[in-house]
């Protein structure tokens, strides 16, 4: 189907970046593939070493961080510092999490019990986080990036790259803006993503995982991402793809949040993996509909049909929806979050706003009854009990 909607045309970005290269070998790990990375850190024999800035510190933001200190300290061509941005939080005995942090090496808050790595330093200020940092890792709520880039316009310079690992998309009068186009525009830098099949306290304990790299431009970037990753139990594979990466991360938390009422209110596993598959489904469809370079494949990759499967079963937005289904819709979901999340945010909610104000712009909401449905739930104007006849209900 043809988008017919004007406002699109600054979404469908140019595909005229150069191909991708056939699939590395090996080789691909060395340093000399870093050379157009170098950082303003001199080494010891004055080569120069990329600097990495990890900003947030959630659950995810903060195994992110244990990653990636893990690889700085092995590879040759990145300063073994790894800083992580931290919103100062007061903990419950007067402590700054950032101090509990740089004493403990944990984040108490957030993933406790797990050591992040002696290289790695928390940091309250924005600025001086991202300071001489040239490789820059987004990993925040999506509802807070657009005041991120605000304070960062400016002070990030030179030949950064960047990184969203952030699950969610701004909605703006003129449409829709992933994460990954807020970070380019903003800071003028490349933004690569990562998304995948990734409960971030499995991956603490280090149990198998797997995760995409979608990238635009340069394959070499996305090695060096896949690289700073990488570890024996995760396992990390690029894509030539940045919309449909971003928008599969973006989207699931939506059908996770449908898999959650059928869960609530014990449908059972068949319902549940109709509800996954219809999901699949329209989050296929909507993301070729805003960006026809979309490629089918990369449905199969992690960032897909695995990251449906994994949210869906063990997600937090499933398990906050199951909770708003068992009380029949009474209790809100900002209740609920503040009662079981502690301090961490629930994506699902929003986003299934964010994708509702898409299409009832576009008018395409009887194209996709479920994320229409999964809206009116959330809001109050359907019962729980909805999903499962959302062909049924107009928007």
């Known amino acids: 189907m043809r988008i017919r909607s004007s406002f699109f045309s600054i979404f469908l970005l140019s595909s005229s970046s150069s191909s991708p290269s056939p699939s590395p070998s090996s080789s691909f790990f060395s340093s000399s593939r870093f050379s157009s990375l170098s950082a303003m850190s001199p080494g010891a024999n004055g080569d120069f070493k990329s600097r990495v800035t990890v900003v947030g510190s959630?659950?995810?933001?903060?195994?992110?961080?244990?990653?990636i200190a893990s690889n700085a300290l092995k590879l040759p061509s990145f300063h073994d510092e790894v800083r992580m941005w931290v919103f100062?939080?007061?903990?419950?005995?007067?402590?700054?999490?950032?101090?509990?942090?740089?004493?403990?090496?944990?984040?108490?808050?957030?993933?406790?019990?797990?050591?992040?790595?002696?290289?790695?330093?928390?940091?309250?200020?924005?600025?001086?986080?991202?300071?001489?940092?040239?490789?820059?890792?987004?990993?925040?709520?999506h509802q807070f990036m657009g005041?991120?880039?605000?304070?960062?316009?400016?002070?990030?310079?030179?030949?950064?790259e960047a990184i969203s690992l952030v699950?969610?998309?701004?909605?703006?009068?003129?449409?829709?803006?992933?994460?990954?186009?807020?970070?380019?525009?903003?800071?003028?830098?490349?933004s690569c993503v990562l998304m995948g099949a990734n409960i971030a306290n499995e991956i603490a304990v280090e149990k198998f995982s797997e995760a995409t790299v979608g990238y635009r431009e340069s394959r070499e970037i996305a090695d060096t991402w896949v690289q700073l990753f990488s570890t024996p139990y995760f396992m990390v594979t690029p894509v030539h793809d940045v919309e449909g990466v971003e928008l599969c991360g973006t989207l699931k938390n939506v059908v996770a949040i449908a898999a959650g009422f059928v869960d609530g209110l014990e449908m059972g596993n068949n319902t549940k993996a109709a509800i996954m598959r219809i999901g699949l489904r329209e989050m296929r469809a909507l993301s070729k509909l805003l960006f026809p370079s979309v490629k089918?494949?990369?449905?199969?990759?992690?960032?897909?049909?695995?990251?449906v499967i994994t949210t869906c079963l063990g997600g937090r937005n499933r398990r906050v929806a199951e909770a708003f289904a068992q009380s029949g819709g009474k209790r809100s979901f900002d209740e609920l979050e503040a009662e079981m999340l502690q301090g961490q945010k629930l994506q699902g909610v929003s986003t299934a706003r964010e994708v509702y104000e898409v299409l009832n712009h576009c008018g395409w909401l009887e194209m996709f009854p479920l994320f229409s449905t999964v809206h009116q739930i959330c809001t109050g104007r359907l019962k729980p009990e909805a999903i499962v006849h959302y062909r049924d209900h107009k928007a």
């Open 167 to 190: 699950k969610g998309m701004e909605v703006k009068k003129e449409g829709p803006c992933m994460i990954s186009s807020l970070i380019s525009k903003e800071l003028g830098i490349n």
């Open 58 to 67: 959630g659950n995810w933001g903060s195994v992110a961080a244990k990653l």
């Open 147 to 160: 005041g991120i880039c605000k304070k960062l316009k400016g002070k990030v310079t030179g030949e950064v």
């Open 296 to 307: 089918d494949s990369t449905f199969f990759e992690s960032c897909g049909v695995a990251d």
């Open 88 to 141: 100062e939080e007061v903990l419950p005995n007067g402590e700054k999490l950032t101090d509990v942090i740089n004493k403990t090496n944990e984040n108490v808050k957030y993933l406790p019990g797990i050591k992040l790595g002696r290289n790695v330093v928390a940091d309250p200020d924005l600025e001086n986080a991202v300071k001489e940092a040239n490789m820059l890792v987004f990993v925040t709520p």
